[in-house]
């Protein structure tokens, strides 16, 4: 095989290095060394957390199977980052958390055994806010994350670690995962693609859970292109979690027409009101415009229980956060805090010890909303209003395909900024996707131009229940043709 320069090797897209390692144009270990050299290039973004061992030997034998004349897998020889909160067996997974630091996953996430019957090279493990909790990825026990384009900014979280990786070139595709937002928002303020599907679309069995109900892994890539590529290979039924959905799944790149001639767009009243206080409306209006100009339909139509999603995430997910993060007691697998002389005391001084503020802050608030005099105050009520919100949205798709809103407020904010000051105006920050994960709708976000900083801004894009296809067109000709 050839000796390939690295400008061969830089930028590639994940389809493109699928298409280029099947026909021998270059090979799995040259794009792996390449991308180790730029993980180290950029090791001041701690947006990396361990490489792994066997990610050379992993390409080495994806090689030789090329250089055989051997039938390669699906997706063979693509090397990915996961989020430090996926399961991969025998790897540390720490979820951003000193409390799980030298914890070894026992077994496979589901998404983990699907890529790599894929030929998915497994490259490294990224930072993540702790436990999946965050909007910047400055809460992580090792670190914050820095902004893809600069330092001074957040990298946007949880997911942060995945998205800087993808944009700077150190993977092919990243895994992240997506409870109120933690996918789309920093793969807007990175420049990139990230969808969070119907809620069941992918098994969670092997993620280490947050809030179980709103959960999803999905995908960080540089083109709509190849989020399709791997959300085909993710998504499915799986018996080992019995939320995950036995619809058929669509072979989603074939799904993208390049055409949106009479799509029916809605625009939510309520997101336009919200957009007349931010910096992001012209830009916001002008995409609107585009769209008219393309041949979509477009109407305003409204939500009137909107700005409820917001308190309604972080009431249940919070909720759903204290019960889940019973299990990281000090005794069973997680670190453990020293002279501890009784039960009550292990578990008091090791979550004291290890937990961080924002893991603390939350399960706090839940354990609040769960107890016995505001259960039906607040949890009950939020589940109410949940499906409430489901209902309205359910009667907006009848008549429209998609909805169209900014991801964020504007663009990245920078650091420490709001993780400290104030943490309630770093919730505000998710109002535009906690909406997708309440309902558990699809939605994408994708690129759309540059702020006022010179930074990206994003476009979320959702559609109706198991309408991917529906979101991946409209998404794919929005990035091809969008000026």
């Known amino acids: 095989m050839k000796n390939i320069k690295s400008d061969k090797l830089s930028n590639l897209t994940a389809t493109q290095i699928v298409e280029k390692i099947k026909n021998g144009e270059i090979s799995c270990k040259s794009l792996v060394l390449h991308y180790i050299s730029n993980i180290e290039k950029f090791k001041h973004k701690n947006a990396i957390l361990e490489v792994f061992e066997d990610a050379i030997e992993q390409a080495e034998k994806i090689d030789l199977m090329q250089i055989n004349g051997e039938k390669l897998p699906s997706l063979a020889g693509l090397p990915i980052i996961i989020k430090d909160n996926i399961l991969y067996k025998g790897k540390i997974c720490s979820c951003g958390s000193n409390f799980m630091k030298n ?10 055994d699907k890529l790599l019957n894929a030929g998915v090279i497994i490259l490294a493990r990224s930072n993540m806010d702790e436990f999946a909790m965050g909007g910047s990825c400055e809460n992580s026990a090792f670190g914050a994350c820095l902004n893809a384009f600069d330092d001074k900014y957040v990298s946007g979280g949880s997911s942060g670690g995945s998205a800087v990786a993808v944009a700077l070139d150190m993977c092919g595709a990243a895994l992240g995962s ?3 937002g933690s996918i789309r928002q920093p793969s807007a303020f990175n420049g990139l693609v990230g969808i969070k599907p119907t809620f069941g679309r992918v098994s969670r069995y092997g993620v280490v859970a947050y809030a179980s109900s709103f959960d999803q892994v999905s995908p960080i890539t540089k083109t709509v292109e190849d989020s399709a590529l791997l959300l085909g290979v993710i998504a499915g039924k799986d018996l080992k979690d019995e939320t995950s959905l036995e619809n058929e799944v669509d072979d989603f790149p074939k799904e993208m027409k390049n055409n949106i001639k009479n799509l029916r767009i809605g625009i939510l009243k309520e997101i336009k009101n919200l957009m007349n206080k931010t910096d992001y409306n012209e830009k916001y209006q002008a995409i609107i415009d585009w769209f008219k100009k393309q041949g979509a339909v477009i109407s305003e139509c409204s939500v009137p229980s909107y700005e409820l999603a917001l308190p309604v ?17 000090g005794i069973k697998y997680t670190n453990r805090a020293e002279n501890a002389d009784d039960m009550e005391q292990v578990y008091l001084k090791s979550r004291t010890e290890f937990l961080g503020k924002e893991v603390k802050r939350r399960i706090m608030f839940g354990n609040f909303v769960l107890s016995s005099g505001y259960y039906d105050a607040y949890y009950m009520k939020a589940l109410k209003v949940r499906k409430l919100l489901k209902t309205q949205f359910d009667k907006i798709f009848e008549k429209f395909d998609v909805i169209i809103s900014p991801t964020t407020f504007g663009e990245a904010f920078k650091l420490g900024e709001k993780v400290d000051k104030n943490p309630v105006e770093m919730y505000v920050e998710d109002m535009f996707t906690t909406i997708a994960n309440v309902i558990g709708n699809p939605a994408i976000s994708v690129p759309c131009g540059t702020g006022l900083n010179g930074l990206p801004l994003g476009l979320q894009i959702i559609s109706n229940d198991l309408c991917e296809s529906t979101l991946y067109n409209v998404a794919d000709y929005f990035m091809k043709n969008y000026k």
């Open 178 to 180: 997506d409870t109120g």
């Open 103 to 112: 914890f070894k996953a026992p077994y496979n996430a589901t998404v983990i």
């Open 313 to 329: 995430y972080y009431t249940l997910s919070s909720a759903e956060a204290s019960s889940n993060l019973g299990r990281f007691d």
